[in-house]
């Protein structure tokens, strides 16, 4: 597969009259054509900065960013600005013109690059049937929704016909239901058009809903990287376990300190294993989380139990878990 956008050596840090902050430290990261990346991390670990460097809004202090094999830290302002015709963004609060209609809007970015006004038009019209809004071509941005004008900065966003689709907490202003929609809309244009899109986020259930990959920052660091399902089943590092477990420090004031982490399949989801564990252990276990998710149309379900002191009893549970093939792993200081 064929990578376009190459991370290298990233950094960035911030000088201030009264202090520096390194928000972006010797990242490195590469990214194919079609996929949907996913870059998660909780507030302040550096992701937003790190999505405005890979067009250069952002200038990296250290390290570069190349899009198919062209670095930008050699680009001169004419050639970047060429370039990042090729890399749209969207973003939170959609930064939406309000004195302009819908359709102008979308008109907008193609008025700078030279578009005549009727191959514009032509175009956006275009754009706005994609995202289901062609009624809405004359109306303000103050008469729609929080979803409607998400989904004219995302037609405004294709306007140039982008490569690359970076979206910056697009989907954090809106609600649940919202966001599933919004959600549904990327991943049919990643599929019809080819684009690739790259996602910032602090929410783990938007990386699991279309996501292929995901690279998880932490304090400016690369914590981890990996398929979404790889991530999923078998985190390695902190960073990762918080966002998966869905947890700061686990559940405090309860005995038995051994606890695993099991992971369900598509088929061993739908089938009573806990239930028969403790049939056949004679023992009771606490299940301490449980949740099923749908990652890539594949439904994958985890579970974190607190086993019994007696030890003999916890590693027969143990056994009988990997017996029928799940994916189960102890979890350390879960439990205080």
Known sequence: MDTIIQ???LGKTFTGKDNTVEALKNINLDIHKGEIYGIIGMS?????????CLNFLERPTTGTVLIEG???SMMNDATLRKTRTQVSMIFQHFNLL?????????????EITGYSKKDAKSRAMELLEIVGLTEKAQAY??????GQKQRVAIARALATNPKILLCDEATSALDPTTTKA???LLKEINEKYGITIVIITHEMSVVQEICTHVAIIEQGELAEYGTVEDVFTNPHTDAAKKLVFQTEQGVLHMNGKRCIRIVFNEISSFEPVIGNMVLECKAPANILLADTRNINGIAHGQMILQL????????KMIHYLL??????????DYVG
């Open 7 to 9: 991370i290298r050596d």
């Open 44 to 52: 302040g670990a550096g992701k937003s900065t790190l999505v405005r």
């Open 70 to 72: 062209q670095d930008l």
């Open 98 to 110: 309000m004195q302009r209609t819908v359709l102008e809007n979308i008109c907008f970015p193609m």
């Open 141 to 146: 941005p103050a008469q729609l929704s929080g």
């Open 182 to 184: 919004i959600l549904k």
């Open 308 to 315: 019994p002191e007696e030890e003999h009893l916890a590693n």
């Open 323 to 332: 017996e029928r093939k799940l994916t189960v792993e102890e979890i350390d």
